[in-house]
């Protein structure tokens, strides 16, 4: 749960540590400093800073959530469950931002991978429709919208859903 940053400094501690306690025999204790070492390059590799930018992001504290997302070298690296969260806030970043085609590509991303339920799910696709809606392509808004009503199971992603149908009676 740390940034880059904090990470490297962890990482420094235990390779200090690993080697003070072999200059004094202490193999056991070296190693255990190994296992950390390895434990946070793994974090590292495969959570990256996703979860504390999750926290800015539901605190609608969006530039410090992107800051921490553009710390992730590789995002293909990341563990599923994270990768999906990952995409899923950076195309709601992309829309704030009104990058409509980068916040297609994220969202189509994450439609891909675990996102948290099927509610997140739901709002994946419902963006997707809205994006579809937006360069005024029927299909795709239909296809989206015709998955999404399958996973809307709360009131308001429902109430989307509708207003979205209506959008695409227009075409």
């Given amino acids: 749960m740390y940034n880059n940053k904090g990470r490297y400094a962890l990482m420094a501690v235990f390779i200090i540590a690993a080697l003070v306690c072999s200059y004094y025999e202490q193999y056991q204790l070296a190693a255990l400093a190994a296992f950390l070492l390895g434990f946070v390059i793994w974090s590292h590799l495969k959570h990256?800073?996703?979860?504390?930018?999750?926290?800015?992001?539901?605190?609608?504290?969006?530039?410090?959530?992107?800051?921490?997302?553009?710390e992730v070298a590789s995002p293909e690296r990341l563990a599923k469950s994270r990768r999906g969260y990952y995409e899923f806030m950076q195309g709601n970043i992309a829309l704030k931002e009104e990058n409509w085609d980068k916040a297609e590509y994220h969202f189509q991303l994450a439609s891909r991978f675990p996102v948290g339920g099927k509610t997140q799910k739901g709002y994946v696709l419902i963006h997707l429709a809205n994006l579809a809606l937006r360069k005024k392509d029927k299909e795709k808004a239909e296809a989206y919208t015709k998955i999404a009503k399958e996973l809307a199971d709360t009131e308001r992603s429902k109430d989307i859903i509708v207003k979205i149908e209506k959008e695409i009676g227009k075409l």
């Fill in 48 to 70: 990256s800073s996703v979860l504390m930018a999750s926290k800015h992001f539901k605190n609608n504290e969006f530039v410090k959530a992107k800051a921490l997302l553009d």
